[in-house]
């Protein structure tokens, strides 16, 4: 009688065992959402792509404006690896099959700038347990988010930051002198020749 009973407890725990550790739960976009950020974070791009769809959309400051298709992802995510990306969600839920969170990013590039970490917002798309789009954007209500951008900016070059027009290299900028000046300097000149040939007569 107990072995009856224990039967079906045992079948059901070699099938727990047996299910592969890590696949992601189809039904939860948290979760895939997640398993991208930990195989980025180990530097497993195959583990990233992995969890794409073929056709998937990627919008961030890696995708501008944005990525498209396998190829064109896989670089922007090898060019995430090469930079030592790391991420630390701070919060993700989902609503339906899309993931709104916020993380904490770190890389080269964010130090290269003076930031050693900013604050991005994620808004990802999942569909049968695939990323279809992932889109990010840098939160510029946090402090060291902040500087960053504007280092950024600063770097790039904003309209408006130098003048119009500088002279050439060697050249000396000269004013130009309102026509009044100009007509009446000629008319100075004029007299002065008129003078002087009147003496010599």
């Not at 991208?36 to 992995?50: E, K, Y």
């Not at 402090?143 to 900016?153: E, F, G, P, W």
């Amino acid at each position: 009688m107990l072995r009856r009973l224990l039967g079906p407890f045992a079948l059901a725990a070699l099938a727990f065992v047996a299910l592969p550790q890590g696949a992601p739960a189809q039904g939860d976009p948290v979760a895939v959402f997640r398993q991208v950020i930990d195989a980025r974070n180990r530097a497993d791009l195959a583990g990233v792509m992995a969890l794409f769809a073929p056709d998937a959309v990627r919008r961030d400051g890696s995708c501008q404006p944005s990525c498209s298709g396998t190829d064109a992802l896989r670089r922007s995510f090898e060019d995430n690896i090469a930079e030592h990306f790391q991420a630390a969600v701070l919060t993700a839920q989902a609503a339906g099959s899309t993931v709104t969170a916020r993380a904490e990013l770190r890389s080269d590039r964010f130090r290269a700038l003076g930031a050693e970490r900013v604050i991005s917002s994620f808004t990802v798309e999942v569909r049968e347990g695939k990323i279809v789009l992932w889109s990010s954007t840098l939160d510029a209500s946090d402090a060291q988010t902040a500087a960053y951008q504007a280092a950024l900016r600063a770097r790039a070059g904003q309209p408006g930051s130098t003048p119009a027009q500088l002279p050439r290299t060697g050249e000396v900028a000269v004013p130009s002198a309102p026509p009044w000046l100009v007509l009446g300097s000629l008319l100075v000149a004029v007299g002065i020749a008129a003078l002087r040939r009147g003496r010599a007569a």
